[in-house]
């Protein structure tokens, strides 16, 4: 029992690895024709391939093959069928790039694409080859590709150790990681040597320079010791998950978390190589982490930290950063709070003065470090070109100016103090330049803070000491003195120097939180998708000083044309819509700022839900997002999708409840008809055909002609009322008002119900003095018509149904009185309602005739009221404000 719970899957990893497994059935397959250089026939060995799986027959296309004018090459390519490549113009040279519509359109099986680390040229939809194979694969077609060692991004700078050559195009290791299968293309070093001679790679001239460079023997022996070890690694990892799906038991390596710190360094990019190769090598997961400080970066060290964090996320890392001037502390602070097992960090190669603060700030990691293990990795020169670096830490610089005002400061301050030399000591004058001191550690950072503290000892010695105009320093505690005030100006200006620069970085995230507080008020706030999309956008101008606009879904696979909300800034052309559209279906970020479809003004975000894909948010920005603004925009977004998701479900949720609540009216609307349709039907049918097939008496045949009339009568009543139904729904209802007799409307309804009222006792009380009333007749006499019908249907015969009509200032008051069985109390409120019968009543129709009624006193601006009467029966009374007949009126 006990060893059955033990190996028993988890029903939640086993659901979530059958929706991987089901996501990942739905694309299609890649396989990667592996090799550690160029040479190896890796192109050969595809077309290979590509030859055995026509002869199943599979449907197999080349989309794009280099055969750099290989005889045996091109000779594979014959007999298979070639989508024509895409031309670009660029720079009025053409170039050959994979068309992916076409091959779209054409829905092969299995599409040929060679090189896939290849660049694509400008004005491609996709930066990178990689990218035109990712979006083939999820329109569910297989490709084959050919991948060199040195262009896997974690290798690169490995390569370029060995080998001393720049790698420039570079494959992210997820899309090795992701591949279906891989296929090892493998040969000696000599062997490969041994075909450049025979000129089977490059032309002879090419081969030459070629060895001596790139392909030296020691070379090609280190890629491919590379490359074996990387299919190795590969298999290892497949293993593993293979065991661990089918619940396979065996010593696994679990919890490894490594987090590698970055920053703004050129060496952090082979850092997050490094770390990334480890991680693969450990099958760990990956965190990079940065930590803000207060000094804000140059220009150029803050690119090369977008560039880092790029890198790290493009390599499949977790990114987080943190704030402060303690780095080991910052650091540490991230590692406990996400379980972090290892840390990677990085030591520089070039001993200058910041190298001391690094050396005590890995050796206060280390020793903080508790039981997380630290790796302290070397950097790679050769991955940097050498150039001259300043020895002085960046947070000692400013600029000139900074300096400048820092020195006239100090000067004034002296200035004062000597003016008032006879009347103060220079014990105060101490005080005085320590405050000067402090203020000046307000508005400038460590630099100006420095150099403030030390002209002011100086000063103050050469002024205000004893013997003055002289640096000497008669009395032992005068030195003391000077020391002190030196240390303590000092101490007192670096440190409020770092508090406020902690007070900085503290309100720049309170700023953010509480702006993020903001919107998800606001988003919680908002009732409906429009006006989401209206508080989004006015949050993005406001934090983001930036115009932005959303394109929401249509269905699973287009998106609508009208922008929300409509701004004349912000217009999409076709070829723009066409962007958003294709975002929108893959689910990835494009546009300009990214390496898909760069060429254009907008960036567009997807904004895609747990459970529906919500639309495509476009900005148009001058500047990329870097850093915390990158956070705190990719924060936005997700609060956005959340809140547009929620609303439409919102309305997929109503529109479902509306549907079923027109099944349920269509049901009961179809009852309520074939029931009423079946009595008079069944009347007219029977009554005719005893008049046609028996020879019945003049009696009997008008008594027939009656049962017709009667039934004709009540089906033309059901379609009055459906009709009249329909014209409210529609509100098509305009009331004619005119000035009418109300005795005109009594007779009227008495002469159309007459047979009905032919068995009741009828009243009709109009006060004598009655003024004439405007009024819609046609619809008050429909109104006044369904009352005393239901009245006939419901009470009792030889009972009284009175019919009263009076003018009650402004109100033209109707009521009428039958001596039935009342309403069920429990009912008055729903008596209007469409199809409503009260209680389990018996009689005929089709529960419209109140409803219609209430339909037309509203047209009326008037109101209904249901009533029992106290000795038994119904009330009902209707006023309808309106004007009496005034005999000055002409």
């Known amino acids: 029992m006990n060893t059955y719970d033990e190996n028993r899957p988890d029903p939640d990893e086993l659901l979530a690895s059958l929706k991987q497994e089901e996501e990942k059935n739905k694309q299609g397959k890649l396989k990667i024709f592996f090799g550690m250089c160029a040479g190896v026939g890796k192109t050969y060995a595809m077309l290979q391939a590509a030859h055995l799986e026509k002869k199943k027959p599979t449907d197999i296309v080349v989309g794009y093959v280099e055969t750099h004018k290989r005889a045996e090459t091109e000779r594979l390519v014959e007999g298979l069928e070639v989508i024509p490549p895409y031309l670009i113009e660029y720079k009025d040279t053409q170039f050959k790039e994979v068309d992916i519509d076409a091959i779209i359109a054409r829905k092969p099986q299995i599409v040929l694409i060679d090189e896939l680390a290849h660049t694509n040229a400008p004005g491609s939809r996709h930066t990178k080859r990689y990218q035109d194979v990712q979006e083939l694969l999820y329109h569910g077609i297989d490709v084959y590709t050919t991948l060199n060692v040195q262009h896997i991004e974690s290798r690169t700078d490995t390569v370029t150790q060995i080998t001393g050559v720049t790698i420039r195009e570079t494959v992210p290791d997820e899309v090795l990681e992701v591949a279906d299968e891989i296929s090892l293309v493998d040969i000696t070093a000599d062997e490969l040597l041994q075909r450049f001679a025979e000129g089977k790679v490059y032309t002879p001239d090419r081969s030459q320079e070629a060895v001596r460079n790139f392909f030296r023997k020691g070379n090609i022996t280190a890629l491919r010791e590379m490359s074996l070890r990387l299919v190795a690694d590969r298999v290892d990892k497949q293993l593993r998950q293979y065991m661990q799906t089918r619940r396979i038991p065996g010593p696994w390596k679990t919890g490894i978390r490594l987090m590698v710190a970055i920053g703004p360094s050129p060496n952090s990019a082979w850092l997050i190589r490094w770390a990334k190769s480890l991680s693969y090598t450990m099958d760990a997961t990956l965190t990079a982490v940065y930590v803000q400080k207060a000094e804000p970066l140059s220009a150029a060290d803050q690119e090369q930290l977008n560039k880092n964090i790029a890198l790290a996320k493009q390599l499949g890392a977790h990114y987080l950063s943190n704030s402060g001037e303690d780095l080991p502390k910052a650091i540490l602070e991230v590692a406990q709070r996400e379980n972090i097992t290892h840390i990677i960090v990085g030591k520089s190669q070039n001993e200058n003065f910041s190298s001391y603060f690094k050396r005590s700030l890995i050796s206060k990691l280390i020793h903080d470090s508790g039981d997380i293990d630290i790796y302290v990795v070397g950097a790679q020169n050769a991955t940097q070109p050498a150039k001259k670096k300043s020895i002085i830490p960046t947070k000692f610089r400013s600029g000139p100016k900074s300096y400048l005002m820092t020195t006239f400061f100090i000067l004034l301050v002296v200035v004062i103090c000597l003016f008032f030399k006879g009347m103060i000591e220079y014990h105060v004058v101490s005080y005085i330049l320590l405050f000067a001191v402090s203020l000046v550690a307000l508005f400038y950072s460590t630099g100006p803070i420095l150099l403030s503290a030390t002209l002011s000892a100086l000063l103050w010695d050469y002024f205000f000491i004893n013997p003055p105009l002289t640096f000497y320093i008669a009395k032992p505690e005068d030195v003391m003195m000077f020391g002190t005030f030196f240390s303590v100006?000092?101490?007192?200006?670096?440190?409020?120097?770092?508090?406020?620069?902690?007070q900085r970085l503290a309100k720049d995230r309170e700023q953010r939180t509480s702006a993020l507080y903001e919107l998800s008020k606001v988003l919680a706030s908002a009732s409906g998708a429009l006006e989401v999309i209206e508080q989004a956008t006015s949050f993005i101008r406001k934090y983001f000083k930036i115009e932005s606009a959303i394109l929401l879904r249509e269905d699973d696979t287009t998106l609508q044309s009208t922008l929300y909300p409509l701004s004349p800034a912000l217009t999409l052309k076709t070829s723009e819509h066409s962007i958003a559209t294709w975002v929108y279906k893959h689910i990835q970020k494009a546009g300009k700022y990214t390496n898909t479809l760069p060429a254009t003004d907008f960036t567009f975000y997807p904004l895609n839900g747990k459970r529906l894909n919500t639309g495509v948010l476009f900005i148009k920005s001058q500047k990329k997002f870097s850093g915390e603004m990158e956070m705190?925009?990719?924060?936005?977004?997700?609060?956005?999708?959340?809140?547009l998701e929620r609303e439409l479900l919102n309305e997929v949720t109503h529109r479902a409840s509306v549907l079923h609540e027109s099944e349920k009216l269509y049901q009961t609307l179809f009852n309520s008809i074939s029931h009423e349709l079946r009595t008079p039907i069944s009347t007219l049918m029977g009554s005719s055909e005893?008049?046609?097939?028996?020879?019945?008496?003049?009696?009997?045949?008008?008594?027939?002609?009656?049962?017709?009339?009667e039934a004709s009568e009540r089906l033309n009543k059901l379609i009055e009322n459906l009709l009249n139904m329909s014209r409210l729904e529609s509100d098509n209802i305009k009331p004619f008002m005119d000035w009418h007799d109300a005795h005109d409307l009594a007779n009227k309804i008495?002469?159309?119900?007459?047979?009905?009222?032919?068995?009741?006792?009828?009243?009709?009380?109009?006060?004598?003095?009655?003024?004439?009333?405007?009024?819609d007749f046609g619809l008050m006499e429909q109104v006044v018509h369904n009352l005393v019908y239901n009245a006939t249907q419901h009470a009792q015969p030889k009972t009284t149904i009175r019919i009263k009509m009076y003018y009650d200032e402004p109100n033209f008051v109707l009521q009428v009185m039958d001596r039935g069985t009342g309403f069920p109390p429990e009912s008055i409120p729903y008596l209007c309602n469409k199809f409503y019968r009260a209680g389990n009543r018996t009689t005929g129709g089709t529960g419209l005739g109140l409803s219609i009624v209430k339909g037309f006193v509203d047209a009326h601006q008037g109101t209904i009221r249901f009533e029992n009467r106290a000795r038994g029966g119904a009330l009902i009374t209707i006023k309808i404000p309106t004007q009496k007949y005034n005999m000055t009126e002409v």
């Not at 100006?489 to 902690?502: C, D, K, Y």
């Not at 705190?632 to 809140?643: E, H, P, R, S, Y």
């Not at 047979?755 to 009024?775: A, G, Q, R, T, Y």
């Open 750 to 775: 008495l002469a159309n119900l007459h047979d009905n009222l032919e068995s009741f006792h009828v009243e009709v009380v109009i006060p004598d003095d009655m003024p004439l009333v405007k009024f």
């Open 489 to 502: 100006s000092i101490i007192n200006g670096v440190l409020t120097a770092r508090v406020r620069s902690q």
């Open 690 to 709: 005893t008049l046609l097939h028996s020879d019945a008496n003049s009696a009997l045949q008008r008594q027939l002609a009656k049962n017709i009339f």
């Open 632 to 643: 705190f925009w990719d924060t936005l977004c997700v609060q956005l999708t959340n809140a």
